[in-house]
């Protein structure tokens, strides 16, 4: 089944522990990119990538890092998580030559 | 920077009803125009999509029109049903990076009553 995963679905954890969370797709898809969604400021892109070792900032970048060294996995990688971080957190993937980007079902991230 | 604005943030209809989401968006030269919904506990999931060189487009029960003039474009839900109840998101994108620039509304909580 086609699809985009991410794990974990939910994590609680504590201020400056890092933590990574994995995304992976299965539909050979060169572009993947991460966003936080808020309540009542929808969704907001933090980086994205356009193929294996290609990434770039999106808008609300400060505190994550990412890495794309396969083009299946896209790990959205939090080195000192803090209160503000508290979000969920989607994955997608975008075939080439189209515009249509397939979500994952989301991270549930509580930062204490 | 593209800003993308919705309205209403919440909008309940009865079965049946039509529902209208509007957004505006500020960089004319954006051309592209997604509509995504997010049913409770899952991820967004396009639904229909519109491009700038077309004012309307349909898909069966929903459709999308577009102004350029006055930068704004409208989802439209006609006959709602229950299941059209979710969290749905405008989005636009500049030419040649929509993949990669999409930046959404903030979101409109439909809710259908029967």
């Known amino acids: 089944e086609a699809q985009v995963t991410q794990n974990p679905r939910y994590l609680i954890t504590v201020t400056g522990k890092k933590l990574t969370v994995t995304c992976s797709q299965n539909?050979?898809?060169?572009?993947m990119s991460w966003y936080r969604q808020d309540p009542g400021l929808g969704l907001r892109q933090i980086y994205y990538s356009m193929n294996v070792e290609v990434t770039d900032k999106g808008d609300v970048p400060e505190g994550y890092k990412v890495s794309r060294k396969e083009k299946r996995n896209f790990p959205l990688i939090l080195e000192s998580p803090s209160p503000n971080q508290t979000s969920l957190y989607f994955c997608?993937?975008?075939?080439?030559?189209?515009?249509?980007?397939?979500f994952g079902p989301g991270t549930r991230l509580t930062v204490l | 920077g593209e800003n993308v604005e919705q309205h209403p943030s919440t909008l309940s209809v009865q079965e049946g009803d039509s529902a209208v989401i509007k957004c505006t968006y500020s960089d004319s030269a954006s051309n592209y125009f997604p509509w995504y919904k997010q049913e409770l506990g899952k991820g967004p999931q396009l639904i229909i999509d519109i491009r700038s060189n077309v004012g309307e487009k349909k898909d069966q029960r929903i459709a999308v029109t577009l102004n350029k003039t006055a930068k704004h474009f409208s989802l439209h839900i006609t006959e709602t049903q229950p299941e059209d109840s979710a969290v749905y998101f405008c989005?636009?994108?500049?030419?040649?990076?929509?993949?990669?620039?999409?930046?959404f509304g903030t979101g409109t909580r439909l809710q259908v009553t029967l």
């Open positions: 989005a636009a994108s500049p030419p040649g990076g929509t993949a990669s620039k999409l930046t």
């Open positions: 539909m050979n898809h060169e572009y």
């Open positions: 997608a993937s975008t075939p080439t030559g189209t515009d249509t980007q397939y």
